[in-house]
């Protein structure tokens, strides 16, 4: 089997791969040496309307070592993938010597690695989808590093690099926090057992990180013209997946209407895909994660400034996904934490964005969305949590309009 064969066979299988509802169509674009058994396979894959282009490294040699995942059996020898290999991180490293690794596993769009270092671990992540440019998640975590900000992880070091195409971050590394908790599934505990969510610091948490952002990036005045035609235009794509929201499409765009002529805030750099399961509690407190923003949106917008509500209403949909997820008998459980969340974060960042009715709710809305979109192409089981998401937001506005009917 040829190099090209083994990889078109393995890398639609990973849990990175983006698009697993459309069939592949995979060329190895460029293959790089980088000494000794490891190369850098950069492979393309044309089946999507934009191609994509992935950050494979691999390694290759008589035994694949313990623990990695085997690509397959190339000219008579083992291929494997190179992110669990103690010399393939020692070299993105700069060590001298193989390191202690450990792949994490779950539902990523990248691969972490935790490295025990002589002077302590760190978590390094490869970046697998590339586009061109600067990664989000270096620049924020190196920037609120720089500012002292002690609610994400130390930033440590990052590889950036050319690929085909383009060039741009290929992996970030930063402190590794050991006695952390997950937050999902603290929230999953919480909700199915109806106990209290400590929801109140972490709305304070990313109070005080929008306000550090804004403070070393800058703000700026949006145009609102601009995000409610991204707004239609992930409405219009969300619609043409989902057939479900078809009938939707006018109550849809009457919350975005709506948004549009209330009152915007300023924009700054933000999160840009914050839920529950970019968060972790520590001894030191709540924690944020991966500032890469959402994984579906190019990353040129990704990186421009956005109104910090975005990441509110990303943390109040994680609460919903939370209630459902956990089968929770507690009918207001998320209700109680969305409510504590938004108090927390008012109190530190002295505008409560209940204040913003119309905008929460665009942009939940688009969130909500965003999240069809997602479920329908890779967990077609879950879509139900986002629907009912959309259904409750919707019958909110059609409330409204009817109640605006009467008084008239």
């Known amino acids: 089997m040829t190099l090209a064969r083994a990889l078109a066979a393995w890398l639609p299988h990973q849990r990175w791969y983006a698009t697993k509802h459309l069939t592949a169509e995979l060329r190895v674009a460029e293959v790089r040496d980088l000494g000794g058994p490891y190369r850098l396979a950069f492979v393309t894959d044309t089946a999507p309307e934009v191609p994509v282009t992935y950050q494979v490294p691999i390694a290759a040699g008589p035994e694949a070592p313990p623990g990695v995942a085997v690509v397959g059996r190339v000219d008579g020898q083992w291929v494997w993938d190179a992110c669990g290999d103690p010399g393939f991180q020692a070299l993105r490293l700069g060590r001298e010597s193989p390191v202690p690794v450990r792949v994490l596993t779950g539902e990523q769009s990248n691969t972490s690695v935790i490295c025990e270092l002589p002077e302590g671990a760190v978590m390094t992540k490869v970046f697998r989808v590339l586009q061109d440019g600067p990664n989000p998640d270096v620049e924020l975590t190196q920037a609120l590093t720089q500012a002292g900000c002690r609610a994400v992880p130390t930033f440590v070091s990052a590889v950036y690099g050319t690929y085909p195409a383009g060039e741009g971050h290929l992996q970030v590394t930063n402190e590794y926090i050991a006695d952390a908790e997950d937050a999902w599934r603290t929230a999953l505990v919480s909700a199915r057992q109806g106990e209290p969510f400590e929801a109140r610091g972490l709305g304070a948490t990313v109070a005080e990180v929008h306000g550090l952002l804004a403070q070393v990036c800058g703000q700026s005045d949006g145009d609102p013209g601009t995000v409610l035609d991204v707004w239609r235009q992930r409405a219009a794509h969300a619609l043409a997946t989902v057939p479900a929201l078809q009938d939707s499409a006018a109550l849809i765009d009457r919350v975005y209407a709506a948004a549009y002529a209330s009152e915007w805030p ?46 509110v209403a990303g943390m109040l949909r994680s609460f919903d996904y939370a209630q459902v997820s956990s089968e929770s008998t507690d009918a207001h459980w998320a209700a109680r934490a969305r409510a504590d969340f938004l108090d927390g974060y008012a109190e530190i960042s002295g505008d409560d964005p209940r204040a913003h009715r119309a905008l929460m709710s665009a942009l939940e809305l688009d969130k909500a969305l965003y999240e069809a979109v997602y479920e329908a192409s890779n967990r077609p089981d879950w879509l139900h949590v986002p629907l009912a998401g959309i259904r409750r937001l919707l019958c909110d506005i059609d409330a409204d309009i009817r109640t605006e009917k009467m008084g008239e």
């Open 266 to 311: 300023r924009f700054q750099r933000v999160h840009g895909d914050l839920h529950l399961g970019q968060v972790i509690r520590s001894a030191r407190g709540w924690i944020l994660l991966d500032f890469e923003g959402e994984p579906l949106r190019p990353l040129a917008e990704r990186r421009l400034p956005d109104l910090a509500l975005r990441d």
